[in-house]
């Protein structure tokens, strides 16, 4: 059983920033691809970020490129992703996930998935 937690979501302006953690638990993730999704009401799980295992391959939406980074710390068994120049439409609930197949790529599928944290909410006033 894996146990993901994040945290650093809040309200912000919109040209602002935050970063995000997202701490494992109950299993190390230096073999195991990282994601981040969001999920704004009404709307559909989507995808925001990925990073390979070793951390060489990151892959992001073409919504908030340039915009986002996505990055770990296999030692504090910790993933962050640094939002910045936020936008109103990045408002939304934040969920980081791990995808436990050994040495993956980091997928944009969230069915890749296999471990999800509750979420924490990212408001972006205009």
């Known amino acids: 059983q894996v146990l993901l937690v994040e945290s650093g979501g809040g309200l912000v302006q919109a040209g602002g920033s935050l970063r995000l953690s997202c701490v494992a638990s109950?299993?190390?993730?230096?073999?195991?691809?990282m994601g981040w999704f969001r999920q704004a009401p009404g709307k559909e799980r989507e995808f925001v970020a990925a990073?390979?295992?070793?951390?060489?391959?990151?892959t992001y939406a073409d919504s908030v490129k340039g915009r986002f980074t996505i990055s770990r710390d296999n030692a504090a068994n910790t993933v962050y992703l640094q939002m910045n120049i936020l936008k109103p439409e990045d408002t939304a609930v934040y969920y980081c996930?791990?995808?436990?197949?050994?040495?993956?790529?980091?997928?944009?599928?969230?069915?890749?998935?296999?471990?999800w944290g509750q979420g924490t909410q990212v408001t972006v006033s205009s």
């Open positions: 996930a791990i995808d436990t197949a050994t040495f993956s790529s980091g997928s944009t599928n969230p069915r890749q998935y296999d471990y």
């Open positions: 109950g299993r190390t993730i230096n073999r195991s691809a």
């Open positions: 990073i390979s295992w070793g951390g060489s391959r990151t």
